[in-house]
Structures are given as C-alpha cells and as structure tokens.
C-alpha cells in the first residue's frame, strides 16, 4: 500500500497563477484533509471532505477550492495564487466515525508564489 | 473551540539524556488527545493517542504521555533520547463525540545533541 500521496513534490509560481495539488489515498478512508504548514504555526486546516460528497471549510479555506473526486481522491485548487500562499501543503485521510481516528499523511508539497 | 499550546518551540537535549514536551490543551468537552512526530521532509506520524481508560499512553519508539485532566496537560515523556529523536512534535486535540476536526499545535523541534 502507497498510504497517501501527493502530486507535485515542489512547486514555484508568479503571482496569480493557478494550479491544483493532486492528493490520493488507497486505506479505504472516508475523511480526507487539506493542511498547510508555516513555520510557528503548526498546522491549520484548510479544507476537509468527512465523506464522499462533501466539503466543509476549515480554519483558512480563503485562496482555496476542494474537490472529492471520489473515495480516493482529494484535490486542493489556487485559483490565483499570492504570495501568502507560500507554504507546505499537507493531505491527510482517516477513518471516518467518531474521533479518535489516526490521521495519515502524505509527504507534503512545497509550493513556493513568486 | 478547542485549542492547544506547546510552550516550548525548541527543545535541546544531550542523547542518552530524559526529555519531557510539554502540551496543555482547552476544550468544553471531552477530548481526545494526541503525539505526532513529523521527521525532516516528511510528513506527520502518529506516536501515540489517549482515547479513554489508563491516563499513562505508550507509543512508537519508547516515547510515553501522561493525560491529567485537572491540569489539561498530556506532556510527551522519554527516558533516554536517541539521535534518530532529532524530529518535531506536535500535540493535537480532537473532541470526543460524532465527527470532530484535530487541531494541532504549533509544534517543538527536539534537537538531540550527541
């Protein structure tokens, strides 16, 4: 089993470009998870989809559009990228239910806007 | 709401020596709590989780937390820390009932010093 994945590994874009980060999970989950990553501040959600067919926002979803493909499959859109947005994107997918589930995440994306 | 601080944004410790990092968290409801080590370039990893029962947890790699609900703590304990320990820790909290989001802490980079 890969676990999570995600596509790109790096990325560099100017100001206002667009781009999607490509996240998929082969554990069968039903929860998946967008994060970003900034120095001093942990990690704060973006976007999380609880099942197939849903999306809800998170702590900073603003810059940013989610799509649940399917079961495996969770992508984090920038429709016009700033340079506030530099940072490292992490995916994540658990069980769903009630809490207590492990979160397991992909190897990040680091994505740097010009 | 729930929250979590980690005071300590940077531990050094000598290797062979014990190391405590510190978490306390603030929540209106029950909570589950957990560790997660992310090494360098590479996404998080659960090392342990406190869902109910013993408030002593074991996890991965000798690495132990105690839960105290007076002083909603759940600080991360180990005896004798080794270099591959060089990591960053991050205490999380989740809420205890139906579907609930993990916020995460801002995390402490524990450098072992040989």
């Known amino acids: 089993n890969a676990g999570v994945t995600q596509t790109p590994k790096f990325q560099v874009l100017k100001t206002g470009q667009s781009m999607t980060l490509q996240c998929a999970q082969d554990?069968?989950?039903?929860?998946m998870y967008w994060y970003r990553q900034d120095p001093g501040m942990g990690l704060r959600l973006i976007y999380y989809s609880a099942s197939e067919g849903t999306t809800d926002k998170g702590e900073v979803p603003n810059g940013y559009n989610v799509s649940r493909l399917n079961k495996r499959e969770f992508s984090l859109r920038l429709e016009s990228a700033a340079p506030s947005q530099t940072s490292v994107y992490f995916c994540?997918?658990?069980?769903?239910?009630?809490?207590?589930?492990?979160?397991?995440f992909g190897p990040g994306t680091r994505l740097t806007v010009l | 709401a729930q929250s979590v601080t980690q005071l300590d944004s940077q531990v050094p410790v000598f290797e062979e020596a014990p190391v405590e990092l510190r978490c306390n968290y603030s929540?209106?409801?029950?909570?589950?709590l957990f560790w997660y080590v992310q090494y360098p370039n590479q996404g998080l990893q659960l090392l342990l989780k406190y869902l109910s029962g013993s408030t002593l947890v074991k996890g991965i790699n000798g690495f132990e937390a105690e839960f105290n609900k007076s002083q909603t703590s759940f600080h991360l304990r180990k005896p004798s820390v080794h270099i591959s320990d060089t990591a960053e820790y991050f205490c999380a909290v989740s809420g205890s009932g139906g579907y609930q989001k993990v916020t995460f802490g801002t995390g402490t980079k524990l450098q072992v010093i040989p």
């Open positions: 994540a997918s658990s069980e769903a239910g009630r809490g207590g589930r492990e979160q397991f």
């Open positions: 929540s209106s409801v029950s909570v589950y």
């Open positions: 554990m069968n989950h039903n929860s």
